[in-house]
């Protein structure tokens, strides 16, 4: 199994990224796949969920409305479009897909939002 997230960088306050998270040794479109951030001194938290089929997805209340997972099953890519940033969205953003009891994880991809 392999994850492997892009797509981070500085943005200014009200900015926008778009992480894609590409991933390959596994059947892709039959799992649920999730956004993870950690930022420093905290734990990571649960930023975003998408179903199997992306018809279902879910959000943390802190990123209602400004975030949104999606993927692209042909592709073996899961995105997350982050608009409207705030600096609290500081954080390494990983990817994540979860098979049992066993979490796979990406490297991670720095986002900082300042001005």
């Known amino acids: 199994v392999q994850l492997v997230e892009s797509g981070g960088g500085l943005v200014q306050p009200g900015g926008s990224l778009r992480l894609s998270c590409a991933a390959s040794?596994?059947?892709?479109?039959?799992?649920?796949m999730r956004w993870y951030r950690q930022a420093p001194g905290k734990e990571r938290e649960l930023v975003a969920s998408?179903?199997?089929?992306?018809?279902?997805?879910d959000y943390a209340d802190s990123v209602k409305g400004r975030f949104t997972i999606s993927r692209d099953n042909a592709k073996n890519t899961v995105y997350l479009q982050m608009n409207s940033l705030k600096p609290e969205d500081t954080a390494v953003y990983y990817c994540?897909?979860?098979?049992?009891?066993?979490?796979?994880w990406g490297q991670g991809t720095q986002v900082t939002v300042s001005s």
């Open positions: 998408i179903s199997s089929t992306g018809g279902s997805t």
């Open positions: 040794g596994f059947t892709f479109s039959r799992d649920i």
């Open positions: 994540n897909r979860r098979w049992l009891w066993t979490d796979y």
